[in-house]
């Protein structure tokens, strides 16, 4: 299986960006996807996740700002990010997961600044 996310970039703070991640080689819809972030030094963190019947869950700091959903037909999960902040920036990775098969995506860049 492959997951190719993109969508990232710069934003000023306040703003918003949609990340795009798209599943390849997988039954998409078995799958629940989740969105990951890491900066350097730190460990990769759960944003938010969608289970295969469609069911979120956010971390704490995101709650409200950042929405999870997913296109079935598509193969395909985004994150919605709203209100950004410069806490926000990070690399952000998919990562698509059923039982001990885990899939990753390569990442994408979020850059929070004026």
């Known amino acids: 299986g492959q997951l190719v996310e993109s969508g990232g970039g710069l934003v000023q703070p306040g703003g918003s960006l949609t990340l795009t991640c798209t599943a390849s080689?997988?039954?998409?819809?078995?799958?629940?996807m989740s969105w990951y972030r890491q900066t350097p030094g730190k460990q990769r963190e759960l944003v938010a996740g969608i289970s295969s019947a469609g069911s979120t869950n956010y971390a704490v700091s995101v709650q409200g700002r950042f929405t999870i959903s997913r296109d079935n037909a598509k193969n395909t999960v985004y994150l919605q990010m709203n209100s950004l902040k410069p806490e926000d920036a990070a690399v952000y990775y998919c990562?698509?997961?059923?039982?001990?098969?885990?899939?990753w995506g390569q990442g994408t860049q979020v850059t929070v600044s004026s």
């Open positions: 990562k698509a997961q059923r039982g001990s098969t885990a899939y």
């Open positions: 080689g997988i039954v998409f819809n078995a799958y629940p």
